[in-house]
């Protein structure tokens, strides 16, 4: 993701004093939104933020199932996409915290039968800061798959034995494999399955009651139908199988439970202040232009004040999404979509809207 979508509104943000509630133009928001999934041909989506815990506004629009007229509303469940990252990123910092893992520590230290590679030993801390150089999805088949992958090892087969991108900790590839390797660890450490293991520590914690692992055989009350853009047209896609890429792209959600993850970062319920701390370090220099990564978190605000915005975009078939979170102001931003191949805009969306909230100023959606 590119800085200059948020160069100017990081300068606005830390500019002056936060404005009160009570002045934020949300009707501006509103309009703003629309005019994006009108621009932007997205089919339905739902947008909202907190200040200091308390949901301040929300606003859905369009339609969770277009042929139908089904609207979308604060109910409709969408998939997370990326978003999932920060979740096992928090995941895996639980367990450091209790000393069950080590960041320095190799894959192999807590999954022995997992390969050793020519290249060099990967860590934990490799894995969740994508430096070590696993690859990404190889085909569109890998992308939009249909094969059910009943545990997250069965999933690491389609990977596992390819060679490394390069030598461990040297550069940096995104690459939601290596989140499923960690979603491996999480279950050899704590003898829990995955998902098992962030409903217990992670949902359930933070209030989150209507989110959970998209599973391919299971119809969900509220979900949404999925769409990708093609051209100038958004049309209904095909559903993939999303179990190669649970711990790093594989949930769905709704805004209320995003917004109470995003709190809990805030208040140190998930992880402590000191963890925290550690998450939000910038881990590679991904040179000028490009936001430097954490440990399973975008930090957006590296360029005015290191971790003064943390977050993550999220893209996978049938869903444009992104999470903003801003700490020392108390302010969680939460946009979600139902439709592909809009990401761009959908961020710079919730770019705008911090302009809103804190400052009064906003900008036209490009």
Not at 149 to 178: C, M, Q, V, W
Not at 345 to 356: C, E, H, K, T, W
Request: proline share 2%; glycine share 10%.
């Amino acid at each position: 993701m590119n800085n200059k979508y948020f160069l100017m509104i990081l300068l606005l943000l830390f500019a002056g004093s936060t404005m009160s509630q009570n002045k934020i133009d949300n009707s501006k928001a509103n309009d703003l939104f629309k005019e994006l999934l009108k621009e932007s041909k997205i089919v339905g989506g739902i947008t909202g933020y907190s200040i200091d815990g308390q949901l301040v506004w929300q606003t859905a629009e369009g339609y969770a199932n277009e042929k139908s007229k089904i609207p979308f509303n604060k109910n409709t469940i969408t998939r997370t996409g990326s978003i999932a990252k920060c979740i096992t990123g928090v995941a895996v910092l639980q367990l450091v915290e209790q000393g069950q893992i080590d960041l320095n520590e190799t894959i192999q230290t807590y999954v022995p039968s997992y390969p050793i590679y020519p290249e060099g030993d990967i860590t934990i801390k490799h894995l969740l800061s994508h430096m070590s150089g696993i690859g990404g999805y190889e085909s569109a088949k890998e992308t939009e798959s249909k094969k059910e992958y009943a545990t997250l090892n069965e999933a690491t087969h389609i990977f596992k034995d390819r060679k490394l991108k390069f030598t461990p900790g040297s550069s940096y590839n995104y690459t939601t494999y290596g989140y499923v390797v960690l979603g491996r660890v999480i279950e050899e450490v704590t003898g829990m399955t995955y998902e098992a293991y962030v409903k217990k520590h992670i949902f359930d914690v933070a209030g989150m009651n209507n989110s959970g692992v998209e599973h391919f055989d299971v119809e969900y009350d509220n979900k949404s139908k999925l769409y990708h853009k093609q051209r100038r047209k958004a049309k209904e896609a095909k559903k993939n199988n999303l179990s190669n890429r649970i711990p790093g792209g594989g949930f769905y959600t709704t805004l209320e439970d995003m917004i109470k993850f995003g709190n809990s970062i805030i208040n140190h319920s998930l992880i402590k202040k000191e963890t925290y701390g550690l998450m939000v370090e910038k881990q590679f220099d991904r040179g000028e232009g490009n936001n430097p990564y954490g440990f399973g978190w975008f930090l957006y605000g590296g360029l005015v004040k290191p971790a003064s915005i943390i977050g993550h975009s999220g893209e996978l078939t049938g869903a444009s999404n992104q999470l903003f979170i801003l700490p020392e102001r108390k302010t969680v931003i939460v946009v979600l979509t139902n439709t592909s191949g809009t990401w761009k805009d959908v961020v710079q969306y919730g770019g705008v809207l911090i302009q809103i909230i804190h400052e009064g100023n906003y900008g036209k959606i490009k």
